[in-house]
């Protein structure tokens, strides 16, 4: 696998392939991998011939700067998972290398961006927008994978796509879980013992509140998935939403949309977790 750090030589070998007429599928991260990423590497390879990942903590996306500085970083085990998982290329960048100068863009997701991770997170989704951005034009992928995990975060992209006529295909993928639920997550390190013990209620309390569908309104069903949560003591709920999956608007009815998510973002410990689930 190549490491590549700067933007001409990644550039040149997608290139490259592209001369040959091979299609680039494209996995961005910002590192500290674990079996999420790699389901995403797995995907593109399916899809295309060739796969190249970035790993990047890009910094205008934190909204605090312990998270940052918190965030786990792990460069040389990420170069070997990606290696060992048949990645073909890795563009690891430096912060001066992706912002020489101060990066002023702003972007308006409108209604999407007001609600959940943009509303509890003021300036989250521009700096995911710019930063996704540039990286597309860098690398220039036929495809690009992001999980559903960052659901919110997957619908602005593709509604940053659509708006800015890009020539690639975003492809949403599943939420990779451990054995007991909890949604694979980079910060999930950061959590100790006691607290790994208790995560998994998060996706328990969602699906216990998501097959309640049929005797309970979309407010009830909050109402309840909030209660469940408060009996948890470790929990420090942020939001739980219930709403349409395609325009992220808190519905009424369940009848108001083919598919409805409930989400929720909730602090345990010294860490920030967000998880979301469909209600059929
Ligand atoms: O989901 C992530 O890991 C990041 O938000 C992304 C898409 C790599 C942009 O920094």
Redesign the pocket.
Known sequence: MKVFNFIVDIQRFVEEKHNLGLKVGFV???GALHDGHLSLINRAKKDNDIVVS?V???PI?FNNPTDLEKYPRTPERDIEKLEQAGCDAVFMPSVDEMYPEKVEDHYDFGDLERVMEGACRPGHFN??AI??RK?FEIVNPDRAY??EK?FQ?LAI?KKMVLNLNMNLEIVPCPIIRENDGLAMS?RNVRLNETERAIAPQIYATLNDAASHKKEMTPAELRQYALDKFATIKEFDVEYVEITDEINLKSIENWNECEHARIFVALQLGPVRLIDNVRIY
């Open positions: 961005p991260t910002m970035s990047f903590v890009n996306q700096g995911v930063v996704v990286l992001f999980g960052d975060q992209i980079s």
